[in-house]
């Protein structure tokens, strides 16, 4: 029924940006929070961004805070990490993924019901 595709990651050196897409189908958004997580190899999935289009409120995790951007464009089912001064830390698989919640953004994982498959990013010292 639901479907999210992640794309725009990628091979970039510290301080370069990359853009991530999330594309939605099978589903009106609107109702949910839609996020981004990321995976690096031996770790556990950790919060990145999230909003509740409804409330227009979004949340970022400390790590990122001033340097990623979450956004979307409901006409095109689409949600976007704008990723700025990277960092070799931020080297991991990102994830869009979507919770039936319309209040203040969720970051645990275990919240969410929808995932995409998700996209590398590396980022070279």
């Known amino acids: 029924q639901v479907q999210l595709v992640e794309s725009g990651g990628g091979l970039v050196q510290a301080g370069g940006s990359l853009r991530l897409s999330c594309a939605v189908s099978?589903?009106?958004?609107?109702?949910?929070?839609m996020g981004w997580f990321r995976q690096a190899p031996g770790n556990e999935r950790e919060f990145v961004a999230a909003?509740?289009?409804?409330?227009?409120?979004?949340l970022y995790a400390d790590s990122v805070m001033g340097r990623f951007t979450i956004s979307r464009d409901n006409a095109k089912n689409a949600v976007y990490l704008q990723m700025n001064s990277l960092k070799p830390e931020d080297t991991a698989v990102y994830y869009c993924?979507?919770?039936?919640?319309?209040?203040?953004?969720?970051?645990?994982?275990?919240?969410?019901?929808?995932w995409g498959q998700g996209t590398q990013v590396t980022v070279s010292s």
């Open positions: 993924a979507a919770d039936h919640w319309v209040g203040v953004p969720r970051t645990n994982p275990r919240m969410y019901d929808y």
């Open positions: 099978g589903r009106t958004f609107n109702s949910y929070t």
């Open positions: 909003f509740t289009w409804s409330l227009g409120s979004t």
